[in-house]
């Protein structure tokens, strides 16, 4: 099971930043926050991903709450072509293996 | 461009037949993966290769298998087909087999079962 919750969609307008909000209450204590985007059919995308600071990269920065059990993804001037479905994951450890679990995600609609 | 990839981009196969799904990772990274992606549906983990070696399994049914060679390039094979093996398969792959290595993911082969 997932171990995060996102809304389902979101709709942000062009030239704003998109701020997308992703719970994780049960994350334990060496467990990373990763941010995958999807555009349309394509691979899944890295965007950021952090444990306990905030953290920035060409493409967003990921605000972690000082109890680590949510985050925000924020895309500081969205454009169309950031419209995707934003995957929130805790990469969780599994039988010694650190795999990353997909939720449903958000749909974030960038609209002119 | 991630630097992963697949190939085919496109399968179309009859049921009860056999496939062969190929990944080159990145250049250096000695971890792959594989997911499946139904329609409308999230991302299932497969399996994980690193460095040769069978690290960890997912949801793989019996049918499928898969390997990876001293080259570091994967092979997914799916056999005895079913109509509902049609899917998106990814391969990602990833420098270490650690949490702070993030994976990097192709374009993906659609299968698809008629």
């Known amino acids: 099971d997932a171990k995060t919750t996102q809304p389902p969609s979101m709709d942000c307008a062009e030239g704003r930043a998109a701020n997308l909000p992703c719970n994780h209450s049960t994350i334990s204590g060496n467990e990373y926050v990763y941010w995958y985007r999807q555009i349309h059919s394509q691979g899944p995308q890295y965007i950021i991903h952090?444990?306990?600071?905030?953290e920035t990269n060409e493409m967003a920065s990921l605000i972690i709450t000082e109890d680590r059990k949510s985050s925000t993804l924020i895309l500081p001037h969205a454009t169309l072509r950031d419209t995707a479905v934003y995957y929130c994951i805790v990469r969780a450890i599994m039988d010694s293996n650190y795999q990353l679990i997909w939720g449903a995600g958000t749909k974030l609609i960038i609209k002119p | 461009d991630s630097g992963v990839t697949q190939t085919p981009k496109h399968l179309i196969t009859a049921t009860g037949q056999r496939v062969t799904l190929r990944c080159s990772p990145r250049?250096?990274?000695?971890?792959v993966y594989w997911y499946q992606q139904s329609l409308d549906q999230g991302l299932q983990f497969l399996i994980h290769y690193y460095n040769g070696e069978e690290r960890a399994k997912g949801n793989i049914l019996e049918r499928f298998s898969a390997q990876q060679f001293p080259d570091l390039h994967s092979e997914l094979n799916l056999s005895s087909l079913e109509l509902g093996d049609s899917a998106l398969y990814f391969c990602?792959?990833?420098?270490?087999?650690?949490?702070?290595?993030?994976?990097?993911f192709g374009n993906g082969t659609r299968l698809t079962v008629t």
């Open positions: 990602a792959s990833s420098g270490a087999a650690s949490y702070n290595s993030p994976l990097h």
């Open positions: 952090g444990l306990k600071n905030n």
């Open positions: 250049s250096g990274d000695l971890s």
